[in-house]
């Protein structure tokens, strides 16, 4: 079957790029709400550009990753609470909503290129570290995980989510890493809440059955480590 995102349209990439000068606007509006130093409009119109090349880019990386991670055996590190956990597919919306919502609030609020290009870096050091772990340690959850009848808004989203993935990309989760390093940038701008945040996506994933206990807490670390090791940055 066709993957979904190999039936992206030129149009519709025409569609995303001219929409990176409304996402200017818009972050440029919030810094001003959001940033004590706002960078000027120019200044969010090149770094939201560049932003979205990187996306683009570092989406292809995973896809090609996620395409060719077959050289080792496939494991799966279900345990007998995973079984316990329910299967809510309301939650996907916040998996899948909030996360890029959060990554907006950072984008308002970097007061300068060169600090904008210090969280891209950030982000591709977690690109990178998943995909060594995605190649050499190929995880998925259990076939029935992915077995429901689709009967509702939640479940379709869902079952469109999944469809642009392979399901050998679960440990460690990437959402929790990169929800991780989002949330600690966060805390000067959110405080506590930047953790709720990050306990959101953690529980998101597991009630949608996207990954499974031992996925979380490596995604965690490696989102703390990234953030820890990447230069110093006052948001």
């Known amino acids: 079957m066709e993957r979904a995102y190999q039936r992206i349209s030129p149009k519709l990439m025409l569609v995303l790029f001219l929409s990176t000068f409304l996402f200017s606007y818009i972050y440029s509006l919030a810094g001003m709400w959001l940033s004590p130093n706002p960078m000027d409009l120019m200044s969010y119109l090149i770094f939201t550009i560049v932003l979205a090349v990187v996306i683009v880019g570092g989406y292809q990386i995973f896809f090609w990753v996620q395409n060719n991670n077959y050289f080792f055996p496939t494991r799966c590190f279900k345990i007998a609470l995973d079984d316990k956990i329910p299967f809510w597919p309301l939650w996907i919306w916040p998996y899948s909503l909030l996360y890029y919502v959060m990554i907006g609030l950072i984008v308002a609020r970097v007061s300068s290129l060169e600090e904008g290009i210090y969280l891209i870096f950030g982000g591709l050091l977690i690109l990178i570290f998943q995909s060594i772990f995605f190649m050499l340690l190929p995880a998925t959850v259990p076939p029935e995980y992915r077995r429901y009848e ?55 994933c597991l009630f949608v ?16 480590l990234t953030f820890y090791i990447t230069p110093n940055i006052i948001i």
């Open 209 to 224: 059955k996207q990954h499974q206990i031992i996925d979380i807490i490596p995604g965690v670390l490696l989102g703390a």
């Open 150 to 204: 689709v009967n509702s808004r939640s479940r379709r989203f869902l079952k469109y989510i999944q469809g642009l993935d392979n399901g050998r990309n679960c440990f460690p989760s990437m959402h929790c890493s990169i929800a991780t390093y989002v949330g600690l940038l966060l805390i000067p701008v959110i405080g506590i809440y930047s953790y709720v945040f990050i306990a959101i996506i953690c529980v998101s």
